[in-house]
């Protein structure tokens, strides 16, 4: 854990600064390097889709560790196992995917706070430098760890002003394809009225003194979450900016398509 970036992230958020940062989904660690070398506030990994593992994951922190930039891991589900394995090798906290109660947020802070406050475990890996700065980690950890609780259902909603009243909790994070699944409008973005909700429940956080944050569409989006005041922006992720980057070659040589959802290699349109 680095509780020098942690902090100068945090001193960001709290003078209404906005932090940028990665979705990181693919394997290699390269793209975490990149996106440390050209001082992105934060990098989230992604292990709750996709298909990174253990070595993998291990390899994008270690593509963070003594830089500025704060590395998150996205867990697959709330769980203390899975919280201890990330904190262990070095990450500086977590995103918790599907929260829908305050109590979920309860039990994922607990999960990253050493006893008697929570319920992690005390490992001897990298996060104590292998056991031999235990009393120094476990000293500063409980009060520096970033937990972010991420809002994918519309009923979430609902508790959104009390999981903000909540002590360790600075950032809420928004999934606007699930939010807008959740209501009845799967396969959009952003379905009738989500966006505007969306947009309410920032008004709210930042409110209560947190701050809210999501990921940006392309870069007219980013420019437009930025003045409609999140704070914590993804500019995208990994995979959606190589994609961009290819569409936008492609479609200069006049060879840009789409393919089809069917992984059928034969199945690919020309882009409408």
């Not at 930039?69 to 918790?96: C, F, H, M, N, Y």
Request: hydrophobic share 40%; proline share 4%; glycine share 8%.
């Amino acid at each position: 854990m680095k509780f020098s970036a942690l902090k100068r992230l945090r001193a960001k958020l709290a003078a209404d600064e906005p932090v940028y940062g990665l979705w990181v989904t693919l394997e290699s660690a390269s793209l975490t390097d990149m996106a440390v070398s050209l001082g992105l506030d934060w990098v989230v990994i992604d292990a709750e889709h996709g298909h990174l593992g253990w070595k993998e994951i291990n390899e994008h922190v270690r593509a963070c560790l003594r830089r500025d930039t704060v590395v998150l891991v996205r867990i697959a589900e709330r769980s203390t196992a899975l919280t201890k394995r990330v904190l262990d090798i070095g990450a500086d906290g977590i995103v918790v995917p599907w929260v829908e109660t305050v109590e979920d947020v309860e039990a994922a802070l607990s999960d990253c706070r050493y006893p008697p406050e929570g319920r992690r475990g005390i490992g001897g890996e990298r996060a104590t430098a292998w056991g031999q700065c235990t009393a120094e980690h476990t000293e500063k950890a409980n009060d520096h760890v970033l937990v972010v609780p991420l809002i994918e259902r519309i009923d979430a909603a609902l508790h959104v002003p009390a999981i903000c009243a909540l002590d360790g909790i600075d950032v809420v994070y928004f999934g606007p394809a699930d939010f807008s699944s959740s209501a009845g409008f799967r396969g959009q973005w952003e379905g009738p009225g989500i966006a505007e909700k969306i947009l309410e429940l920032k008004d709210t956080i930042r409110d209560s003194g947190k701050q809210c944050g999501l990921i940006a569409k392309d870069v007219d989006d980013l420019s437009n979450r930025r003045d409609q005041g999140f704070r914590m922006i993804g500019i995208g992720s990994d995979a959606g900016l190589i994609l961009r980057s290819l569409h936008q070659a492609l479609d200069v040589v006049g060879r840009d398509c789409m393919p089809s959802a069917s992984l059928d290699p034969n199945e690919i349109k020309e882009k409408e």
